[in-house]
């Protein structure tokens, strides 16, 4: 079987588990409904209050923009194989990926691409709809070349969400027990991600923090982009942002699976 034979097979391996699974995938699309409802009528109450055209930066059609497609970009994004890296680690699983002549690395990206298949294909329809009724409702103009960048930041913002979770995934060489830390740090994630609010309501010294830190580029950043709060010349700037962390983010994962693999062994011997 050649090399591409092997990770293509992973590849489809992945697109079968996200249809095995894809009741839960709907169920859970559905349960976010409610939070949803929830951030518009805050939004709606909020920009009645204070009777502006604009809430931290953002004007009322933004914002309801942002709360739709952001709650769509982090299931777009999510991973979950963290948890099977861990269960690799603790249980002797990761001894048949070394021994034989297969990437560990390439393995798991070429199965988590292959789950995104499915959720794409519902996901980017959903979001097309939101744009119709967006701009049949609010007057608002989506833009061609605005969702060309937006795709292209969301497929290099999946890639860098599969990086920072794979070096998380390496903490399991390290510590006893991660599968319960992987909860809380996933929240924390998708917070600091803009995946729940515009990064903007935490004030200005959140935003200097989270500047220099990769995970706004994978939820706000594209988000941002397709409800024209960035202009075409920042667009392009965080899209460069976005491979800069995309090579950081590789550098450090070959690191630490080549540190862990050497605790790993010593352990394992």
């Not at 861990?86 to 789950?115: A, E, H, Q």
């Amino acid at each position: 079987m050649t090399m591409f034979a092997k990770y293509k097979h992973a590849f489809i391996l992945g697109i079968q588990n996200a249809m095995e699974y894809r009741l839960d995938f709907l169920l859970g699309l559905l349960s976010s409904v409610f939070p949803i409802m929830i951030q518009i009528f805050m939004w709606t109450a909020i920009f009645n209050s204070t009777g502006g055209n604009h809430v931290y930066g953002y004007s009322y059609t933004q914002l309801i923009l942002y709360t739709l497609l952001a709650s769509i970009v982090t299931r777009l994004v999510g991973t979950g194989f963290e948890y099977e890296i861990n269960s690799d680690i603790k249980n002797g699983d990761l001894n048949k990926y070394i021994v034989k002549p297969i990437n560990y690395f390439t393995y798991r990206l070429s199965c988590f691409m292959g789950t995104k298949i499915f959720s794409s294909v519902i996901l980017f329809t959903i979001i097309a709809i939101i744009c119709f009724v967006v701009n049949h409702l609010f007057g608002f103009s989506t833009q061609v070349d605005r969702v060309f960048l937006f795709l292209l930041a969301v497929f290099f913002a999946i890639f860098l969400n599969f990086l920072i979770y794979f070096c998380m995934g390496m903490l399991a060489f390290w510590l006893s027990e991660v599968s319960l830390l992987f909860g809380t740090i996933n929240i924390i994630f998708i917070i600091i991600s803009g995946g729940i609010f515009p990064l903007d309501i935490f004030g200005e010294t959140f935003i200097r923090v989270v500047n220099v830190l990769p995970f706004k580029y994978t939820i706000q950043f594209p988000v941002n982009i397709l409800n024209e709060k960035l202009n075409i010349a920042n667009a392009f700037s965080g899209l460069l942002t976005q491979c800069i962390w995309i090579v950081l983010m590789l550098l450090l994962a070959i690191k630490l699976w080549e540190a862990g693999r050497k605790k790993y062994i010593a352990v394992g011997g």
